[in-house]
């Protein structure tokens, strides 16, 4: 089956330091990847994606690179911002039944210090 | 880019009572949209896939009596929370994608609805 494991948070850095967010995945077939990101009272909005291996997804300074060999989807960014404190969630969509379905992750909650 | 509005934002409301949700793709058609809950400090889950011009499809557990979805019209999908008891306080989010983006799998969400029930 299908199923998103993401690293639990809360995630707590100091401004300029160098996040990593684990992801990773179980799928039939090669589904496209997502990064989601909800501000504090927000919905979701989409961070960056990747649609096929090797690929590589970037917005905001934040890079994720879809790795088959490894299942993994992992979200980094060099610097962080305490604008960048926020819950993120890795998502992977498919369809069953002819309807787009989406797993997504526990959700990891960064929270970046001045 | 595609925009997904939701209404209200908060509501407060007591024990018994119904609330009704709304959910409006502002710019594209949209003839899916999903219903998510969320809990605090928890992932999404999918409550039903809302299909304009039928039924919604409802997930395993979700009760489609308690949770009525309507999708009247391409661009407005509603979830009503029928004698809502404080099990239900939640934040209830919607989402879609418009046909050019349905390949690509690409969602677009509402802001949510946060919903207390006292």
């Known amino acids: 089956g299908n199923s998103v494991t993401q690293m639990e948070g809360p995630v707590t850095l100091s401004e300029e330091a160098f996040l990593t967010i684990n992801c990773t995945y179980t799928a039939t077939g090669y589904p496209s990847l997502f990064w989601y990101v909800q501000y504090p009272g927000e919905g979701l909005q989409l961070l960056l994606k990747?649609?096929?291996?090797?690929d590589k997804g970037s917005n905001k300074g934040f890079e994720a690179t879809y790795r088959k060999e490894t299942t993994s989807f992992h979200l980094e960014k060099g610097s962080v911002q305490v604008s960048d404190s926020a819950v993120y969630f890795c998502a992977l969509p498919f369809i069953t039944s002819g309807t787009y379905k989406y797993i997504f992750g526990t959700g990891t909650r960064l929270k970046v210090l001045a | 880019g595609a925009v997904v509005s939701q209404h209200p934002s908060w509501v407060i409301c007591k024990s018994g009572t119904s609330v009704k949700i709304e959910c409006r793709s502002l710019d594209f058609q949209a003839t899916t949209m999903f219903w998510y809950r969320q809990f605090p400090k928890q992932s999404l889950m999918l409550m039903a896939t809302?299909?304009?011009?039928?039924?919604?499809?409802?997930e395993q557990g979700v009760e489609k009596d308690k949770f009525l979805i309507n999708h009247a019209s391409l661009t407005l999908s509603t979830l009503t929370v029928t004698s809502a008891h404080p099990e239900d306080s939640s934040f209830y989010i919607c989402?879609?994608?418009?046909?050019?983006?349905?390949?690509?799998?690409?969602?677009?969400f509402g802001e949510g609805s946060r919903l207390t029930v006292l």
């Open positions: 990747a649609t096929k291996a090797d």
């Open positions: 809302s299909n304009e011009g039928s039924k919604a499809t409802y």
């Open positions: 989402s879609a994608f418009p046909p050019a983006k349905r390949n690509t799998g690409e969602l677009f």
